[in-house]
């Protein structure tokens, strides 16, 4: 069965670093999602993205943050110039049709120094 | 504001017996329902979603609507060890789905 694959499983770097995460979503999948979840926290939505541009972002998402998608079959998240607070599991879904069940990757533990 | 809201727990229900698992949420549009479970340091996997009132049963899963209360649960029978866990429930809103999870029900068998 397809998974939603995600590099690397943890990722150390220092404040101030960028970071880049990456996804590889199903194949024929049209809808990738990023969310996060701090330590003990509850998930919570990032970003959206359909047809090459941002569908939906929360108040998380700032200017720091960025996607794309580079090749057709990745699907990356990347953090400008990282602070403490971005610590955190991000967890990267895909759908085929937005009104799809979303199926989440294993997650990228990132922890920032 | 979308709000989710479950119990944090934890919940310790004995080995063999029926755990209960409550949601409620806020926007009396939403359609469709899920309950994912998460192990600790590991992603969400979906295990119930329903879309209509009353109740859907999987397995020892059932998980149970009612739109009117905006509340929705999740039944485990026979609970196993294997079934603690943190227990998410998730309500997919706007037209891009993003999904509202709450903040999580922990689950604890005891043998």
């Known amino acids: 069965e397809p998974e939603v694959t995600q590099t690397p499983s943890h990722q150390v770097t220092q404040m101030g670093q960028e970071v880049i995460l990456r996804c590889v979503p199903i194949s024929n999948h049209l809808y990738f999602y990023w969310y996060r979840q701090i330590l003990g926290q509850k998930v919570e939505f990032l970003v959206s993205?359909?047809?090459?541009?941002?569908?939906?972002k929360s108040e998380i998402f700032d200017d720091q943050f960025s996607v794309e998608r580079p090749d057709g079959s990745n699907f990356t998240l990347k953090i400008r110039s990282t602070k403490l607070e971005d610590s955190a599991m991000y967890f990267c879904?895909?759908?085929?049709?937005?009104?799809?069940?979303?199926?989440f990757g294993p997650g990228t533990r990132l922890t920032v120094l | 504001q979308k709000e989710v809201e479950q119990n944090s727990g934890p919940l310790s229900v004995p080995e063999g017996a029926i755990a209960s698992l409550n949601c409620t949420y806020s926007d009396r549009v939403s359609q469709s329902f899920f309950w994912y479970r998460q192990y600790s340091g590991k992603s969400p996997e979906l295990i119930m979603s329903i879309y209509s009132n009353g109740d859907k049963e999987d397995g020892r899963f059932t998980a149970q609507l009612n739109k009117a209360s905006q509340y929705v649960s999740l039944l485990i029978r026979d609970s196993q060890p294997s079934d603690s866990a943190t227990y998410l429930c998730?309500?997919?809103?706007?037209?891009?789905?993003?999904?509202?999870f709450g903040s999580g029900t922990r689950l604890s068998i005891r043998p």
């Open positions: 993205f359909y047809n090459n541009e941002i569908s939906e």
């Open positions: 998730a309500v997919p809103y706007s037209s891009a789905s993003k999904i509202i």
């Open positions: 879904a895909s759908v085929q049709r937005v009104t799809d069940t979303q199926y």
